[in-house]
């Protein structure tokens, strides 16, 4: 009887063993986990700050967009070249011709 139970007293040592390292494991996975937890974490605040500043890009974007469609209006905007203005209608002494540069 006395080798039966020092195989038991082997037997649950090893079971110690196991069950020691089987908790060091999941410790450290939980560890790990939360380091991976924390890193996803600080990801999402990075891309909210990185969706802020591209909304912000956008609207520049816009506003640029909306100057050189003013600026291009006024460059396709039709013109009016006068040479010779005769005013016509006046009495003869007041009457008046002028060229323009």
Known sequence: MAKFTQQLAVAGWIALAVTGS???LIWRT?????????AAEDMVCEAKKTTKAAIAATEAARDAIEVTRKSSQAELRAYIHLENIEITGLEPARQKSRELP
């Open 22 to 24: 089987g908790i060091f």
């Open 30 to 38: 939980l560890v790990h986990t939360r380091k991976a937890a924390k």
